[in-house]
């Protein structure tokens, strides 16, 4: 008698049932996972997570890339500490191309993580909504950034960025929808999908090729 087939993770079924439209991104990209994400870029602790979130912040995935890497071969193509972040002239990370504007973000970062005041060994001991306050009180750090972390670094199934560009887009493609619709539209599309609506944000990043940096 032969083996039965591998049952799929339980999120994955429950988008199937729940809702047609996911669950036919289901079926056309397969399993996915915040780990098969992960998977296409070089592992990074969580000081390097958020570094590479303010990097990508109103960039292309593309520019986002392009701009990380030039970044990390400032530290010898790794993700650098906050004091070595601090240590480095200003001067060096724009001309890896860093705005002015996130030259500071990301030394502002550095300064809260080495000052004690964003202890980022605590964060995976928090709600969802502490991580989000502890994050964005940050300058430079928005929900986005924090929800992205939230996703992709402390593996939270129930998130759903609904102001993020490219989730609101794919919704507009598979709910063949007229208009792009709001956040507030998104959130009540995606009710049926808790609690795995970080799974389904990763089925619509998946459904437009625009994974974000």
Do not use: C
């Not at 289901?26 to 979130?53: I, W």
């Not at 995935?61 to 004091?83: C, N, Q, S, Y």
């Not at 990301?106 to 964060?123: F, K, W």
């Not at 989000?132 to 960025?161: C, H, K, N, Y």
Request: glycine fraction near 8%; charged fraction near 25%.
């Amino acid at each position: 008698m032969s083996d039965p087939p591998p049952r799929r993770p339980p999120g994955v079924d429950h988008l199937a049932v729940s809702d047609p439209s996911i669950g036919a991104l289901v079926e056309r990209h397969g399993e996915l996972s915040a780990e098969t994400r992960r998977r296409r870029r070089p592992p990074l602790d969580a000081f390097g997570m958020l570094l590479r979130s303010v990097v990508g912040q109103q960039l292309s995935t593309k520019a986002a890339f392009t701009i990380h890497g030039r970044v990390l071969e400032l530290f010898d193509g790794g993700a650098p500490t906050p004091e070595a972040l601090l240590e480095i002239a200003p001067e060096r990370l724009r001309e890896a191309g860093l705005s002015n504007r996130k030259v500071e973000y990301v030394r502002d970062l550095a300064s809260h993580v080495v000052a004690g005041e964003l202890e980022l060994d605590r964060l995976e001991s928090l709600s969802d909504e502490e991580v989000i306050e502890e994050i964005t009180a940050v300058r430079g750090f928005g929900l986005w950034s924090a929800q992205m972390f939230l996703i992709f670094f402390l593996d939270r199934p129930d998130v759903l960025p609904s102001g993020d560009l490219g989730i609101r887009r794919a919704v507009q493609l598979a709910y063949e929808l007229e208009q792009l619709p709001t956040p507030a539209e998104v959130e009540r599309i995606g009710e049926p999908w808790h609690p795995h609506r970080s799974l389904a944000a990763i089925y619509l990043w998946e459904s437009l090729a625009a994974t974000p940096a």
